[in-house]
């Protein structure tokens, strides 16, 4: 019994390996409009695309970052600056999308375009922090999508949203993960409402992966001047040693996070150049041995492996 269920799962596996390597035909034909192409995930995926032969419209947020990227790729890639968080620029850009497409419509939207800020706890940040996060990972997200919808319908195209582990199991980062996690939201009622107008959309969710050292500072400095800023009462709450050990806590962990960008930007390369994409795709190791392993874990269980590693407060040290 245990042999034909043995082969029954490498039947499964040679199935699916098969179907994945189905490439979706004429993709010089084809256009994919990316956000956030500045740096990080966007920019190396407009150019992993650009070498495939597709048309990319690249999104960035600054000229710099858009002459940047330009000179580094070929003359089919056409860049637009676009700020997610500003309902004018996303029409503008709609509309910049629509003068190109013409009637062929748009093949792929990869919303990839975010902010983390910080990563101290809950208390510790402000709410303006938590407003610019949300605006930016989810509201910002969601205006992109319905606003290029109509195009990416009409070429019976995808929509690839960028999630994070953090999305799927809230245990730091503060209100990065509460973006994610409705972006998870969103991901999944868009997909079960438009598929039946042919439209495909995946969810990349990667691990810790490290775009920048600039990136990798300024979470750091933001998170010492949360912390300076916060009220005495929650200082002593938490208490100066739970903050250091955090702190540097937080310094390994940025600093070990993965460099191999490609690893997320294959997923998405996949998504959009497969003739049958994932709706979910897993991104770093983390992610698979760790982060998603303990997400199916009962709450209260992945509560206390959590809670093993975790500074405690003040008032129980």
């Not at 799927?168 to 997909?191: H, I, M, N, P, Q």
């Not at 979470?219 to 709450?237: C, L, R, V």
């Not at 806590?249 to 959009?272: F, G, P, Q, Y």
């Amino acid at each position: 019994m245990w042999l034909y269920l043995a082969g029954l799962v490498v039947l499964y596996h040679l199935l699916r390996w098969y179907r994945e390597r189905q490439v979706v035909s004429h993709l010089q034909d084809k256009y994919v409009f990316i956000t956030g192409c500045d740096s990080g995930f966007g920019n190396l995926l407009a150019r992993q695309l650009d070498m495939r032969g597709m048309r990319v419209l690249a999104a960035c947020l600054t000229e710099k970052g858009a002459e940047q990227l330009r000179n580094q790729t070929s003359g089919r890639l056409e860049t637009v600056i676009l700020d997610v968080t500003k309902t004018e620029s996303i029409s503008a850009a709609t509309q910049w999308v629509k003068e190109h497409v013409g009637d062929r419509g748009l093949w792929g939207l990869v919303n990839n375009a975010g902010i983390y800020l910080s990563c101290g706890y809950l208390e510790w940040q402000k709410m303006e922090d938590c407003v610019s996060i949300v605006n930016v990972n989810l509201i910002g997200l969601i205006q992109m999508t319905l606003s290029m919808l109509p195009l990416v319908r009409s070429a019976r195209g995808r929509v690839v949203n960028v999630s994070s582990v953090l999305g799927r199991l809230a245990c730091f980062g503060g209100f990065y993960a509460v973006s994610k996690y409705g972006v998870e939201a969103f991901s999944d009622t868009l997909r079960r409402e438009i598929g039946d107008f042919g439209v495909k959309v995946s969810i990349i969710t990667p691990g810790a992966f490290r775009t920048g050292e600039t990136n990798l500072k300024l979470s750091i400095e933001k998170m010492k001047q949360d912390w300076e800023e916060t009220p005495a009462h929650i200082k002593a709450a938490y208490g100066q040693r739970l903050f250091d050990t955090f702190c540097s806590t937080a310094k390994e962990r940025l600093a070990n996070c993965s460099i191999d960008l490609n690893l997320v930007t294959d997923c998405m390369e996949h998504a959009v150049t497969s003739v049958h994409p994932r709706t979910r795709y897993i991104a770093g190791w983390d992610a698979h041995l760790f982060f998603i392993p303990l997400s199916y874990l009962p709450t209260a269980l992945a509560d206390y492996i959590l809670h093993l590693y975790s500074p405690r407060p003040a008032h129980v040290v």
